[in-house]
């Protein structure tokens, strides 16, 4: 990318962590238009904490993020809803809850005081619910899904909130092989074809490498990002094997284990 | 699918308004519906008619309609706040807590020689003193809730809190004169019918208002079916709807409960039973559905409470318990079997 890169998420000398523990330090990154992001990382490093936090469910140590330029926390909640939907670990199984109702709350920063859809909103829950492959589960009940299913519906609500950053939680935990692939090549071609910014946290490394332009990695408190093929090539993935029996593997862009 | 949910919500409006007429014919002096319908309106040719009508059963109708829709309401709103299919006013305590505030109250006054009995601020004093009681118990198990997640450990504490309540009120009794402890256990047994026509003026108003701002809120809860996080991240402001159910749960199942008595059960079955009829989730359709048929089931069990003879009243907490209470095992049955 020749051109100036302009920053949708911005994270300036953020610090993130508990009031006993420390996630991170000073984080300085920013996350761009039309790229799809992986948010990579070991257990507990903080990846949940940093999206719920460019979420504005969590407060920052210290540092502060920007939006567009503007402050998030200068910003209200509705502002919020139409810049930046997420798609939570939450598990919806709300007996009688049909999925294009859930869908339909997406909506809910634009409906009127009790949530009535008009024509515009039905045609935007009827594309999320296409894109994710679920159009024929509309009339179903969430406590009658299978858990992939319920993550493509809570995945078609982001969709149809209809903003231009989507952030995930771990969206592919619960999803089998082919699964993971069709909602990570959703999520890629939405970037792309949209210009959305997406970021998704996630554990799986080959479909990381495999799927995104960029890779955000937290690792010992400290902040690695780059373009996937930089991050390949400067040995950083390398840091997140540091002191087990694997190592990352370059050539093949796979985990082997370590030759002593 | 909009067409069934019409046609439900009208059978369900229909049978309301015939048991608002029934409710209202049932009672000590035996009066047809005929005779009910011309002293509402003013044109009985029995003067005694139309007094028993106005001041007894117009009031006594009244206030088991809006009583049973005010519980209906809360429950509905408690049950999604606190994402707990057994939340309610009675279970989770609220009305444990109005309960001692009109403890406090009602035993308390004469305990310092001040009688309110009678008086214009009587019935004022005991409402507030319900509102008082009732909203300390909700921020109590708001506190509680932020901390435990589990939904048996709350509604174990609810328990505590009713008993606790309970044995407060005990003290009370045993420190008060016996007019005073009549008259307070005369109201614990939830008694629609004490209620006077110049009541009304107080409970119609508050219970509209508590109605009103749960019709407001039907968008917020149908957000927070998502869970609060879901629910912030769509532009919900959590703080200003939980201030808004706490305002309207106050008002509705406190204001019942200094008029009437704790009365059980209704807040948590009327949202299950609706659940049952019309099949849904959606607030817009639970809200309008419980505020009915909650004022339905109540004009049935005040009908109930006097059947077993025409002078003799059950009190009105025994009918609501015997149908509240199945409702409730069946849910436990279900949620223990799919959890």
Redesign the interface.
Known sequence: MEYERINTVQLHSLTLGYRDRLLFEGAEIGFGWGEFTALIGRNGTGKSTLLRTIAALARPLGGYITVEGRRLDAMTRREIAELISFVSTDEVRVENLKVSDVVGLGRAPYTNWVGSLTERDRAQVERALRLVGMESFSGKSMDTLSDGERQRVMIARALAQDTPIILLDEPTAFLDLPNKYEICLLLRELAHKEGKCIVFSTHDMSIALEMCDTIAMIEGGRFYYGTTEMLIADGTLDRLFADTALAFDPATRNVRLRHG | ?KKRNGILMLAISVAVAVLALADMATGAARLSIAEIWRGLWGQAADESVRYIVMHFRLPKTVTALLSGAALSAAGLQMQTLFRNPLAGPYVLGVSSGASLGVAAFVLGMPLLGISAHGTWWGAIGMVGAAWIGAAAILVIIMAVTTRIKDIMAVLILGMMFGSAATAVVEILQYMSPEGAVKSYVVWTMGSLGGVLLSDLRILVPVIAAGLAISI?L??PL??L???E??A??????IKATRLGIFLSTILLAGTVTAFCGPIGFIGLAVPHIV?MIF????H?TLMPASILTGGGLMLLCDIASQLPSGDLTLPVNTVTALIGIPVIIAVILRTRK?A
Do not use: F, H, Q, V
């Open positions: 699918m407001a039907i968008k149908n957000m079916l998502l869970g996080n879901y912030r991240t769509m532009g919900l402001d659940r099949r849904e989730a959606d817009r799919t």
